[in-house]
């Protein structure tokens, strides 16, 4: 990807992720750079990351917030887009999220997740989005899904001014974005079992300690 012209780079936050990384990588579309925040793996993940090509950028603070918030002062072209690098998202779907923002027509885009096999997402893990989701809507932020996959401005992202570094930066980002008044909308993406075990959704502790996370943003910013 050197020679390519970079439109959009692609912030994968990453903690030993070293199965799903070269599916990944090969599902990354034209223009797009993947930049590969490692948060403390211990399979070789960055290393595979940077032999396919990623840019690999280290985050020391563990938290998911904080592996995508170095992901974007890393970045540097105009629209960055968020993906889970777990291989239940497909890359080559970020066209979708991110073109009504190349275009002008929308200022974030989330993707909403549609399940493509048995056990993608969890019923734990779904019920808790469905009620963040039903939060945001009664709001007046018109939103189904607080997908992963999702695309904005870099410039526009920073100046929200997150402050968040677990599991509270999407809500957070979506908060932030609706009191800025910006122009939310959503796209239809897959959404497969993941590789691997997950460290949130795919256990129930990791579920609860997210939706606490979640709970403390929305105290400080829906309140």
């Known amino acids: 990807m050197d020679d390519e012209p970079i439109t959009v780079d692609v912030v994968l936050p990453c903690l030993d992720e070293a199965a799903a990384l070269p599916y990944i990588m090969s599902r990354m579309p034209e223009g797009y750079r993947a930049i590969v925040v490692d948060n403390g793996s211990t399979d070789g993940s960055a290393r595979i990351a940077a032999d396919l090509g990623a840019l690999v950028v280290t985050e020391a603070k563990r938290g998911f917030g904080a592996a995508c918030h170095a992901g974007l002062e890393a970045a540097k072209a105009p629209v960055v887009c968020f993906c ?57 932020i018109d939103v189904r899904d607080l997908g992963p996959m999702r695309a904005a401005r870099r410039e526009e992202l920073l100046g929200l001014r997150q402050r968040d570094r677990r599991s509270g930066y999407p809500l957070e980002m979506v908060l932030a974005a609706g009191r800025a008044g910006w122009t939310i909308a959503e796209t239809d993406v897959d959404y497969a079992p993941r590789s691997g075990k997950s460290k949130v959704t795919g256990t129930v502790s990791g579920t609860v300690r997210a939706v606490r996370d979640m709970n403390r943003v929305w105290k400080e910013l829906a309140a």
Do not use: F, K, Y
């Open 84 to 140: 889970d690098c777990d291989g239940s998202l497909d890359p080559a779907q970020l066209p979708r999220v991110a073109g009504p923002v190349l275009a002008g027509e929308a200022d974030l885009v989330l993707g909403r997740r549609r399940p493509t096999g048995t056990g993608a997402w969890p019923p734990h893990a779904r019920v808790a989005n469905w009620v963040l989701a039903r939060r945001l809507r009664r709001i007046g």
